[in-house]
């Protein structure tokens, strides 16, 4: 697949999504971004504002293999990587495959369950691999999980641990949609489907081994100038010296830049990257691994989207980067 080719499907998929989540084409892009880029993503926001929908909609016009997990306060480790039982017919222990043998994890309601059972699925997610009774099972590939959660103030719920975040490539809300319009578009929907989940209404836009192709170009055939690389960098290593941040990115913030902004300039239609590829990208890729100074916080003068702005203002941005 050529990188023309490339934007063509991305397009494609986009218009797919679009026809059932009513909401901004950004957002939708930069989910298709993180997917292209292997990530795991993790929807926050309040009940009822799309999160699951979103999820389930990426889950089929991405034509992967999927499951879904709905965590629940009972839910326990073994119920997402599955258990090892005695077969007499072999007299063996065979596994028992848990949901999370599949391409495409969609984890709901990650913070209703506790944390050990949320570890279970942050580490699968990290290494792409579960141990299960001292055995050592890989994960297929692709593998990328979209979770999504309420805020933590809400009522049952266990809040993830601040080091477990680091592992979703990028946090992003769906918010309220902007207009009236919009809002009436959401109800129209629901009068043509003529059903709640419109979910079966949607067809594959690629398969399982095109997709697979095109998060490989991600990977492989789009050029990062060393410029650009340093602008990551920089902004990084930034987050960790802003007065009014108390832990700043991890290298693995850096890492999670630089893979969603060649992931965007191939959506583009763009073999190299450009500045406004990171931009994009910034807070949603470092909101949840910066936390505040509790100072200001407490004060109420800081919060993560100002300090951030904060941040790229100061940066220089770079001109004369390479394009190939
Ligand atoms: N942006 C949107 N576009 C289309 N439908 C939406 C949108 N936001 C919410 N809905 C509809 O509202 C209902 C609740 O959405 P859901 O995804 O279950 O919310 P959440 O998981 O965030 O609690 C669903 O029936 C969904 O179809
Ligand atoms: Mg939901």
Redesign the pocket.
């Known amino acids: 697949m050529d990188i023309y080719r490339f934007r063509e499907v991305c397009g494609q998929i986009l218009k797919a999504a679009g026809e ?4 901004n084409e950004l957002l939708l892009r930069k989910v298709l971004c993180a997917s292209l880029a292997n990530g795991h993503v993790l ?1 926050e ?12 909609v990426f889950a089929k016009v991405l034509g992967c293999k999927w499951t879904r997990i709905q965590f629940t306060p009972d839910l326990m480790p073994a119920d997402i990587v599955g258990t090892r039982v005695w077969k007499t017919s072999v007299s063996d222990f065979v596994l028992e495959r848990g949901p999370i043998f599949t391409n495409f994890l969609l984890a ?2 990650i913070n209703r369950a506790p944390p050990k059972t949320q570890s279970a699925l942050l580490e699968a997610m990290e290494e792409r691999q579960v141990t299960i009774e001292g055995v050592t099972y890989k994960l297929e590939s692709p593998f990328f999980v979209m979770a ?1 959660q ?1 805020p933590i103030e809400l009522e049952g719920t266990y809040p993830l641990p601040e080091a477990q975040m680091d592992r979703f490539l990028v946090r992003l809300s ?1 918010g309220y ?1 902007e207009t009236l319009d ?1 809002e009436c ?2 109800l129209r ?2 009068i043509k489907w003529r059903r ?3 979910i079966e209404l949607i067809e594959p836009m690629v398969s399982q081994e095109t997709f697979r192709a095109m998060q490989k170009l991600v990977e492989t055939d789009i050029y990062v100038d060393q410029q650009i690389i340093e602008y990551i960098a920089k902004i990084i290593r930034a987050t960790r010296e802003h007065p009014m941040i108390e832990v700043g990115s991890s290298p693995r913030g850096g890492l999670s830049l630089l893979k969603l902004s060649r992931a965007h300039a191939a959506v583009c239609g763009r073999d190299f990257v450009v500045p406004d590829d990171v931009k994009i990208f910034v807070y949603d890729a470092l909101n949840h691994r910066i936390i505040l100074n509790p100072e200001y916080v407490v004060e109420g003068t800081a919060n993560v989207k100002a300090v951030i702005d904060e941040i790229l203002s100061k940066i220089e941005v770079p001109k004369h980067f390479l394009r190939r």
């Open positions: 059932v989540f009513v909401g929807f926001d309040y009940p009822g504002l799309g999160k699951t929908l979103l999820a389930k709901d309601e999504t309420n769906t949609v919009l578009e959401i929907r629901r709640d989940d419109p």
